[in-house]
């Protein structure tokens, strides 16, 4: 028996609209019992900006949560990165605990939050700079809380590890190096 040109089109046109309906009931499904999915694998692309895109006015975001505004006089804005022991009344015994680190592109941005937040700053090879410790970012990348020094203050933030290493002193005595930075 031929169907009318008509009829195939109606009955193809069904079949396709059950399919995408009953397809999306079980992706919907599948998505429901599916294990949480894992952190997205790093993008190759080098996190490197250009001054226009620095936000100053946006604070960076330590890693206890406490807003850091701006350029300081001192390295992290005096906040502890991770305090060695407490005193009786809570302050920590040091201000800083830091690792001297190496800033190996031109222009790395320093973010104010992992793993997207505000270019607050860039950094440059030659600049001092300093680790305090690292996180996992759920984008796949670790990122370091650093501060950096620039002409007019320094400046704290997140840089993905990738854009630094730990500067190793060769120097007699200089002990054992660290191989990494404390995690946050």
Known sequence: MMLSQRVRLGILGAVAAATVVGSAGLAEAATAHAPATSPASPS???????????????????????????????????????????????????????????????????????????????????????GGCQIPGRDGWVWGWLTVQTSAGWRSGWMRHDLWSITQHTYPGGGSDPSSLPWC
């Open 44 to 130: 190759a692309n080098r996190d490197v900006g250009v001054p226009s895109e620095i936000d100053s006015s946006a604070p960076a975001i330590a890693p206890d949560g406490t807003r850091i505004w701006g350029l300081t006089a001192l390295p992290f804005g005096g906040h502890p990165t991770r305090a060695k022991g407490m005193t009786q009344d809570g302050r920590a015994l040091t201000t800083q605990s830091s690792i001297e680190v190496d800033i190996l592109a031109s222009g790395a941005r320093l973010r104010s939050s992992v793993p997207s937040g505000s270019v607050i700053a860039l950094a440059y090879p030659g600049q001092t700079a300093w």
